[in-house]
């Protein structure tokens, strides 16, 4: 009898057994329909074995399913996810299915020429009509607005029969790039990055980079001149380039268009879900060359995957926290070696895991040191609140608001830079000291003014600001505490009333269409004063920007989490790198009460190698990442008694394990989340310590009551 091991999305550790029917021919990765209860389910075979007398009696699989196969290496690739992450292989397997949820798009009707036939009264309109369509099939409405006439020619010359209409399949089609389209003139060392990478994507192999260089020194052409190379010398090479944001993704699919005269296909939450469906088929079948897109893009089923890029590798918006738990670049790396294919990981800040493996040469290090167009980086100054403390109730001191006035009054713009959305990030009684949380979870709720409302930032809870304190019942107490962007771009408008200034935060850009509208006005000079959150730190190109202010560079520093320093140290990077680009030299101004802090010395210096040796000899010290491994436990649920008690069972199990430490059972610091308590513990384990295996034997020894919820982060990067 043959049997047949499916993965179903379900949250089990193993795939099912089910028996193969006589004449069903199944192989890795096909997809089939298995019964499981009264349900029929869709899996995917991750293995068909021969069995002799099984003394289980198995279901037998009820059908294949007419879809295309996940290629070998994809499967592989799901089934190292799901152990790296100790997460369902079934779940992780849905994500690679993700893109065949939605149905086929409709069959569309075209209109064609029939034969020779010639019109019997041959008006300009109907010839226009004629010479437009030539040999080819379009939809009637397209072929009458390209050759200019009205619907009713085309429906004339249909009537007539000298046209007919005939039902084609939808197929996405991609245009093949062309690598000599629009080649980019390279400075030397982006030639020299380009050759690297080209070199190891011809030879084949694993082969993985840092391509390491500051803001505007050309990452952008170096990877895209050897994915240019890559196709030239196979047209069937497949290239992932990963973001990690979706409102990165219009300005890198222009490039490419316009580098390679042809679209790549684009895949992230935003796009309608019958488009990535034939995406997703395009690239199982091959037909498409260059993908950009979110984490997710990982889970598609490439068939000659040749080069993955990593851009912004640092950002931490490529860990997902919710549902499946993944780092998206490390995935790709996993990929990468999986595939047989080469990694570039590109950023102007590297992480220090990805410094760490350049520094110990298991990733090749292409440095850009150039910036190109030859700009100047820009001159970054420390000022110390401590002896010019803005006014009360005030955010900028008198030195950045005349910097702020300097740079408006020669028609250049400011970027003033603010890691926090809303009005203000705590509202307090002034009577009786009550601050303002959400119900149900242990959060501050953040004013936004713009829309009169207090919000939570963690579940989207929201309330009208309250007249009277909740907590002491008197009217009008209620205060506004710390400024948040709403607030700082209040006071400039106060300040330079005929400025044209404008807010960015996930607030007043809510999606990519908006963002790309703001940020192509700043971009022409649509807007002299820009206030943003993070949101506008990332990769976005402004001519006329010379003066980035950087509100409370403290901010980061305050977290107390193991990235804190690093995290902060990216941020302004980024942040103050936006300034001076072409031939405008450039300036950033830090506020600070901390001007000592190693890491704000580091960036006013512009020494990222001073700010990297102090962190890692930190890190070292204390065998944190990357010289040790971490991983969490994280254990919710509503029944307060029953997470107490897993707390315990868990501490209780912990197998003998050498240079290995659990932390905890503790109340994480936001122990209530949407009503739900929360228990964390840590573990920390030298590098060459199986972690996984180690996890694997503990969760194996305790039984989780299906009232608590809990979840395994592997590299944790938030540790609330
Ligand atoms: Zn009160």
């Known amino acids: 009898m043959k049997v047949a091991s499916v993965l179903i999305p379900l949250p089990v550790s193993e795939a099912f057994d089910y028996e193969v029917p006589e004449g069903l021919d199944l192989m890795r990765g096909d997809q089939v329909a298995v ?54 292989p079934g779940e992780m397997a849905a994500a690679a299915l993700k893109g065949l949820r939605a149905p086929r798009p409709r069959p569309e009707r075209r209109v064609r020429l029939v034969g020779e036939r010639a019109p019997v009264r041959p008006t300009a309109a109907r010839t226009a009509v004629l010479d437009t369509l030539g040999e080819r099939a379009m939809s009637g409405a397209e072929l009458a607005r390209a050759a200019g006439v009205s619907s009713g020619v085309v429906k004339g010359l249909l009537d007539e029969g000298v046209l007919e209409v005939i039902v084609v399949e939808a197929v996405a089609a991609f245009d093949p790039p062309r690598p000599d389209h629009a080649p980019a003139a390279l400075n030397p060392d982006q030639a020299a990055a380009a050759d690297a990478i080209a070199a190891a994507t011809q030879a084949g192999g694993f082969a993985p980079f840092l391509l390491d260089g500051v803001t505007g020194s050309g990452k952008t052409e170096a990877y895209l001149e050897a994915a240019a190379r890559t196709l030239q010398a196979d047209p069937t090479a497949q290239i992932l380039i990963l973001l990690p944001e979706i409102a990165l993704t219009q300005a890198l699919i222009a490039r490419i268009t316009a580098r390679f005269g042809a679209a790549p296909a684009e895949w992230h939450s935003g796009i309608a879900p019958p488009r990535r469906r034939q995406v997703w088929e395009a690239v199982a079948a ?116 005349e910097a702020i006035g300097e740079t408006f009054a020669r028609g250049e713009q400011t970027l003033l830079f603010l890691n926090r959305r809303g009005y203000a990030p705590v509202v307090l009684c002034r009577a009786c000291g009550h601050r303002m949380t959400a119900p149900d979870t242990d959060s501050w709720l953040v004013e936004h003014r713009y829309t009169g409302r207090l919000v939570c930032h963690l579940t989207g809870f929201t309330m009208a600001r309250p007249r009277l304190c909740p907590a002491c019942g008197v009217a009008d107490t209620l205060v506004s505490v710390g400024p948040g962007v709403e607030r700082v771009e209040e006071e400039v408008r106060q300040l330079f ?65 193991l990235r804190a320093a690093e995290r902060t140290f990216q941020l302004l990077t980024q942040a103050t790198g936006r300034a001076g680009r072409a031939d405008r030299p450039g300036r950033a101004i830090l506020q600070t009460w901390t001007p000592e802090h190693p890491v704000l010395l580091a960036l006013a210096a512009g020494d990222r190698d001073a700010f990297v040796a102090a962190e890692m000899a930190e890190r070292e010290a204390a065998s944190l990442p990357p010289f040790g491994r971490l991983a969490a436990l994280i254990l919710s649920g509503e029944n307060a008694v029953a997470v107490e008690k897993l707390a315990r069972d868990l501490a209780g199990s912990i197998p003998n394990a050498e240079r290995l430490e659990v932390y905890g059972p503790a109340d994480a610091p936001l122990g209530l989340v949407r009503g739900r308590r929360r228990k964390r513990l840590l573990v920390r384990a030298d590098r060459d310590v199986d972690l996984q295996g180690f996890l694997r034997a503990w969760l194996a020894r305790v039984k989780v009551p299906g009232s608590v919820r809990l979840s395994v982060d592997v590299d944790p990067y938030s540790f609330l």
């Open 35 to 88: 019964p499981l209860g009264p349900r029929l389910m869709r899996g995917v075979v991750s293995e068909v074995r021969e069995t002799t007398g099984s003394n289980r009696r198995l279901k037998p699989i009820d059908h294949a399913l007419d879809e295309p196969r996940l290629p070998e290496r994809t499967v592989d690739f799901v089934e190292w996810a799901a152990r790296w992450t100790l997460s369902p």
């Open 286 to 401: 091959g037909r498409c060359n260059i993908v950009v897109g979110a984490r997710s893009a990982l889970f598609l089923p490439y068939v000659d995957l040749r080069l993955l890029v990593v851009d912004e590798e640092h950002d931490g918006s490529f860990k997902q926290e919710e549902g499946l738990v993944y780092h998206g670049r490390d995935l790709a790396v996993a990929r990468a070696r999986i595939e047989g294919a080469t990694v570039v990981l590109a950023s102007a800040t590297p992480s220090l895991e990805t410094l760490w493996n350049a520094r110990s040469g298991r990733y090749g290090w292409l440095k850009l040191d150039a910036r190109h167009g030859a700009a100047r980086l820009p001159d970054i100054a420390l000022l110390d609140l401590r002896t010019c403390p803005p006014d009360p109730q005030t955010w900028l001191s008198q030195p950045l608001r």
């Open 497 to 561: 009333p005929e400025a044209r200034t404008a807010v960015f935060s996930s607030d007043t850009v809510p999606d990519g269409k908006s963002a790309r509208a703001l940020i192509q006005r700043m971009a022409e000079g649509g807007i002299d004063i820009l206030v943003a959150t993070q949101a506008a730190a990332k990769g976005h190109n402004f001519p006329l920007l010379t003066l980035v202010g950087v509100v409370d560079a403290d901010l980061g520093l305050r977290g107390g989490d």
